[in-house]
């Protein structure tokens, strides 16, 4: 158990549907990240925040969005959902924002949409 | 740049050694390493940083060339635990993204 939560474990929607997931890191860590894992496929870094900041922004899409509220938790948001969206999304958490800093996931989240 | 990892897919007997590279074109800042088995989060395994010394523990350590801007996973004796997929993420100097490679599929059988 890396101490990271994740919320929904499974979340089946419909296509345009909106949906959002939520992580709550490890005690003492002030960074979230989030991550897409399409089938069998690697890791694709979404958004890193920092205490608060976004630090961070990989290939997220605009139909995506995500926040970090002064507990810490973090909120991925997916709107006008496609079934290319269908994945694992995986939140993770540090202590730090820079370079050099071990991240531990939480066991993710699989949304499937139909 | 996603970095890239070799070999993709490995079949070792247990007791046998293995070696997965991950090579970036850019300048390397630190290089993680992680395990994940199917439908599972990724586990960490360990962090080189730039100018760091090799890391390990038990049998699995790894390297870090900053010439080559390569870093290599050596997993010694293998155990059927250490079937999984193996990710490196690597980044820059100056960044915060950690950007993954595809992955290794190793899979250890009896």
């Known amino acids: 158990d890396s101490g990271v939560t994740q919320t929904p474990k499974h979340l089946i929607t419909a296509t345009g549907q909106r949906v959002t997931l939520r992580c709550s890191p490890r005690?003492?860590?002030?960074?979230v990240y989030w991550y897409q894992q399409s089938l069998d496929q690697g890791l694709q870094f979404l958004i890193q925040?920092?205490?608060?900041?976004?630090?961070a922004k990989g290939n997220i899409l605009e139909r995506f969005s995500a926040q970090q509220f002064p507990d810490l938790h973090s909120e991925l948001n997916l709107s006008s959902l496609e079934l290319g969206d269908s994945a694992l999304y995986f939140c993770?958490?540090?202590?730090?924002?820079?370079?050099?800093?071990?991240?531990?996931f939480g066991p993710g989240t699989r949304l499937t949409v139909l | 740049q996603q970095p890239v990892q070799s070999p993709q897919a490995v079949i070792l007997r247990e007791g046998e050694d293995a070696v997965i590279n991950c090579s970036s074109s850019?300048?390397?800042?630190?290089v993680h390493w992680y395990r994940q088995k199917h439908g599972e989060a990724p586990v960490f395994l360990m962090i080189?940083?730039?100018?760091?010394e090799q890391k390990g523990h038990d049998k699995i350590s790894a390297s870090f060339n900053e010439k080559k801007q390569q870093s290599s996973l050596y997993l010694t004796a293998s155990q059927l635990s250490y079937s999984g997929t193996y990710f490196c993420?690597?980044?820059?100097?100056?960044?915060?993204?950690?950007?993954f490679g595809a992955g290794t599929r190793l899979f250890v059988k009896a």
């Open positions: 993770a958490s540090s202590v730090g924002a820079g370079a050099g800093n071990e991240q531990f």
């Open positions: 925040y920092y205490n608060g900041e976004e630090r």
């Open positions: 005690s003492g860590d002030l960074s």
């Open positions: 850019k300048a390397l800042y630190s």
């Open positions: 080189l940083l730039k100018g760091g």
């Open positions: 993420g690597t980044e820059h100097t100056g960044g915060f993204k950690t950007i």
